[in-house]
């Protein structure tokens, strides 16, 4: 079965620094998708990266970029020149590409210190 | 262009109620999932249709649980006798299509008491 890990329930970081959270997964397929999610406190869960697993590169979005490490089953999100608008509960989260459902980690809460 | 909504946003009900939680997708989104979210947790799935018909309903954590989808658009998410441990927030997502990027509603938060 997949599962998802997020081994960091919180972290803070101080505004304008760098944060990086933590993610591994397993999975014994080879064709899936892996993504960020944020969860502010309204609770909408905003797509922030995503990354094909068939991709090398490594996906980026303005201030946020992800390192890929296929082979470690490991997903990183960085998060450059944090804003205090960056507060809010990350999900990393994997989708099987002849599945339905996305899986999700538990979640880290991060703290943005002004 | 709206996102997804859901209705209602809060709910508070008694053990043993009935309820009913409303998703309306984007317009034209073929694919509907419904999550279900417990406190300090990641959302969990419940069901996923295609068009009107449940393509896969596995996630449905017992026959207390039902959705359904007429009209290929809204889609209603019951629960019968409602427990405490029903409790959560109630995530629904829509779709183009299979496999393509899913769009999250606000969720609907159910409390029961």
């Known amino acids: 079965a997949q599962t998802v890990t997020q081994s960091q329930p919180e972290m803070s970081v101080q505004e304008a620094e760098t944060v990086t959270l933590s993610c591994t997964y397993d999975?014994?397929?080879?064709?899936?998708?892996l993504f960020w999610y944020k969860q502010p406190p309204s609770r909408q869960m905003i797509l922030v990266i995503r990354?094909?697993?068939?991709?090398?590169q490594n996906a980026t979005e303005n201030r946020f970029s992800v390192n890929f490490q296929k082979a470690a089953k490991s997903f990183s999100l960085k998060i450059s020149d944090s804003q205090l608008g960056d507060a809010a509960m990350y999900f990393c989260?994997?989708?099987?590409?002849?599945?339905?459902?996305?899986?999700f980690g538990k979640g880290t809460r991060l703290h943005i210190l002004p | 262009g709206a996102g997804v909504s859901q209705t209602p946003s809060n709910k508070v009900t008694e053990k043993g109620k009935y309820v009913e939680l409303r998703c309306d997708p984007i317009?034209?989104?073929?694919?509907l999932y419904w999550y279900r979210q417990s406190l300090g947790q990641g959302p969990e799935f419940l069901i996923y249709?295609?068009?009107?018909?449940?393509?896969?309903d596995s996630g449905l954590p017992n026959d207390r649980f039902f959705a359904v989808r007429p009209e290929g658009s809204v889609s209603t998410l019951k629960i019968q006798r409602t427990e405490r441990g029903d409790s959560a927030v109630y995530l629904c997502?829509?779709?183009?299509?299979?496999?393509?990027?899913?769009?999250f509603g606000p969720g609907t938060r159910l409390l029961v008491l």
């Open positions: 997502a829509s779709s183009r299509g299979t496999q393509e990027t899913q769009y």
């Open positions: 999975t014994s397929e080879s064709d899936y998708y």
């Open positions: 990354q094909e697993a068939y991709k090398q």
């Open positions: 989260a994997y989708w099987a590409n002849r599945d339905d459902k996305i899986i």
């Open positions: 317009s034209g989104h073929t694919a």
């Open positions: 249709f295609q068009g009107t018909g449940a393509a896969d």
